[in-house]
């Protein structure tokens, strides 16, 4: 399958992978990873991603959250354009 969507990262996104990358160098795989899915399967049509369209959330934020391992990629789709928002590491208290 070849990639059909194009990808585009917000300055947001670039600053918090910068810092992640200091302290977890392991996310650069699963970011590359990430890249791959969402430039073939970012609707996950597929049904075989961990990827949740988030309710109540505005265009611009981050609509749909792909979970890999302890990171989790929020995004928004605008027609063949996927645009990452967010990258963070998810806690044990993140839920609390």
């Known amino acids: 399958m070849t990639p ?3 990808l ?11 810092r992640l990358l ?4 392991e996310l650069r795989t699963l970011q590359n990873r990430a890249f791959d899915i ?3 399967d970012p609707y996950n049509r597929s ?3 961990h990827i949740k369209k988030l309710v109540g959330i505005p265009v611009g934020e981050g609509q749909r959250r792909l ?4 990171f989790r990629f929020r995004y ?8 990452l928002h967010y990258c963070g590491l998810r806690r044990e208290e993140t839920y609390r």
């Open 67 to 70: 979970s890999l391992s302890r």
């Open 38 to 40: 969402l430039k073939t």
């Open 47 to 49: 049904r075989t991603q």
């Open 8 to 18: 585009r990262t917000t300055s947001r996104y670039e600053r918090l992978v910068t």
């Open 4 to 6: 059909s969507f194009s």
């Open 22 to 25: 200091l302290v977890h160098p």
């Open 76 to 83: 928004d789709i605008y027609e063949r354009e996927v645009v």
